[in-house]
Nanobody, 118 residues
Framework: QVQLVESGGGLVKAGDSLRLSCVFY????????MGWFRQAPGKERELVAA???????YDAESVKGRFTLSRDHAKNMVYLQMNSLKPEDTGIYYC????????????WGQGTQVTVSS
């Protein structure tokens, strides 16, 4: 079983930066695609960014040029660097893991709140 633990959320002002971290426990990290999702109040959860074991990345259009997702295989961690934050980035951010043989994200963290004030 995989366990994901996020950290790094908080309350910031527009234009500030935050870095979210997610530590992966339980199975072989290098077999999983890692993603960050967010859910804003009253909205559906959306994929923000993802990274494959080989470091290929996907970024949602709304965060391109501002967010950077990286992973450290030695530490079993992923990092979401968020720069130039906007109020619309506010939400609960979830780390998720998808096994390379799966078509869905199989494991989820508990979420960390990010609030960006204007």
């Amino acid at each position: 079983q995989v366990q994901l633990v996020e950290s790094g959320g908080g309350l910031v002002k527009a234009g500030d930066s935050l870095r979210l971290s997610c530590v992966f426990y339980g199975q072989t990290f290098s077999l999983y695609v890692m993603g960050w999702f967010r859910q804003a109040p009253g909205k559906e959860r959306e994929l923000v960014a993802a990274i494959t074991p080989g470091y290929s990345t996907y970024d949602a259009e709304s965060v391109k040029g501002r967010f950077t997702l990286s992973r450290d295989h030695a530490k079993n961690m992923v990092y979401l660097q968020m720069n130039s934050l906007k109020p619309e980035d506010t939400g609960i951010y979830y780390c998720a893991a998808q096994h390379r043989s799966s078509s869905t994200y199989d494991y989820w963290g508990q979420g960390t709140q990010v609030t960006v004030s204007s």
